[in-house]
């Protein structure tokens, strides 16, 4: 889980679930290759200055695979954000499919998805 801090020595700028840096840490110095889930992005006091719309996105495009929003009424805005970036933008919905896979493969190894014959 990647917090909503900004860790000013690793990435000033941002907050961690926004930061490419913090995220590329996890992926290529740790060598974690499961799912990177985001803290809340919803009612966390820290989110409260990003638009809805762009969380998701922000999060996704720093390399996040699966957002927590606390909030249930900004999830609406939170997935049209996403949706209306990725109809425009062919790279980033190839960084959803590849999140998308990482969830999938993980419900599955949990037994948390069935799959038809």
């Known amino acids: 889980m990647v917090s909503t801090v900004v860790y000013r020595r690793i990435d000033p700028a941002r907050p961690a679930v926004f930061s ?6 996890l992926r290529s110095d740790f060598g974690y290759d499961g799912v990177v889930i985001s803290d809340d992005l919803g009612a966390a006091a820290s989110m409260r200055t990003v638009p809805a719309r ?7 495009r720093a390399g996040g695979d699966l957002t927590i929003n606390a909030e249930p009424r900004l999830t609406a805005a939170m997935a049209e954000g996403l949706t ?7 790279a980033l919905g190839e960084r959803i499919a590849e999140s998308a896979g ?12 069935e799959c038809a014959d």
């Open 20 to 25: 490419p840096t913090v995220i590329d840490i």
């Open 84 to 90: 209306t970036a990725a109809a425009t933008d062919p």
């Open 102 to 113: 990482r969830v999938l493969a993980l419900k599955a190894r949990l037994g948390l998805m």
């Open 54 to 60: 762009l969380r998701a996105l922000r999060f996704v």
